[in-house]
């Protein structure tokens, strides 16, 4: 157990649909990053927050955004929802002034139909 | 980013040391080698990092070579609860810039 939580733990969404994941960090970290894991493949790197602000992001479009609140939890939003954007979704969460080590959580299975 | 280059799978017998191999012959100078695992329906779960003296924890062992260009991770111990799917990582070294790229990993079956 890292101590990182994320909800829903499953959730089935329709194409066109929006969606919002969250990620709770564990206590002390102020970083979270999101990650998408398709089936069979290693997690990608969506985007990181820090601080609230986005501290860098990885090869998705706009339609996947996020925000950091002031207790350091996370959201992950997904406008127009694709087929393709099935996958598990991975929040983690780290002391930006180390970063060495990320806490990552169960994720959120999400199904686009 | 820096790649990474695993064999897919490897298979072990339990209580019997694994080597876990991993090639990044473009690594650069700041760049730190990571290993993280990730066991079935759960997340990613960090295993070791090291820069370029080899490393050790309660966990497992990193062997760096001298050029840096290859490391492999060391089980001294495979137990069934190693099997998992075991990514090696480069992730340079800059403060608050501490995503993962991961690549397909590779798979640890460990037989009983």
């Known amino acids: 157990e890292t101590g990182v939580t994320q909800s829903p733990t499953h959730l089935i969404k329709t194409r066109g649909q929006q969606v919002t994941l969250r990620c709770s960090s564990q206590?002390?970290?102020?970083?979270v990053s999101w990650y998408q894991q398709a089936l069979g493949q290693g997690p990608q790197f969506i985007f990181q927050?820090?601080?609230?602000?986005?501290?860098g992001r990885g090869n998705f479009p706009p339609r996947f955004s996020g925000l950091q609140f002031p207790n350091y939890s996370s959201e992950l939003n997904v406008n127009a929802l694709e087929l393709d954007d099935s996958a598990l979704y991975l929040c983690?969460?780290?002391?930006?002034?180390?970063?060495?080590?990320?806490?990552f959580g169960p994720g959120t299975r999400l199904t686009v139909t | 980013d820096a790649k990474t280059t695993q064999p897919n799978s490897m298979e072990s017998n339990e209580e019997e040391p694994v080597h876990l191999p991993c090639n990044h012959s473009?690594?650069?100078?700041?760049?730190?080698i990571h290993w993280y695992r990730q066991l079935p329906s759960q997340g990613p779960e960090y295993v070791i990092h090291?820069?370029?003296s080899n490393v050790n924890n309660r966990m497992a062992s990193l062997a760096i070579a001298e050029d840096r260009k290859s490391s492999t991770l060391i089980l001294h111990r495979a137990t069934l609860r190693d099997a998992a799917v075991y990514y090696c990582?480069?992730?340079?070294?800059?403060?608050?810039?501490?995503?993962?790229?991961f690549g397909t990993g590779t798979r640890l079956t460990v037989i009983p």
């Open positions: 983690a969460s780290s002391r930006a002034s180390t970063g060495y080590e990320q806490y």
């Open positions: 206590s002390g970290h102020n970083t």
């Open positions: 927050y820090y601080r609230e602000e986005e501290n």
């Open positions: 473009t690594i650069s100078g700041t760049d730190y």
């Open positions: 090291g820069l370029t």
């Open positions: 990582i480069l992730r340079p070294h800059q403060t608050g810039a501490n995503n993962l790229f």
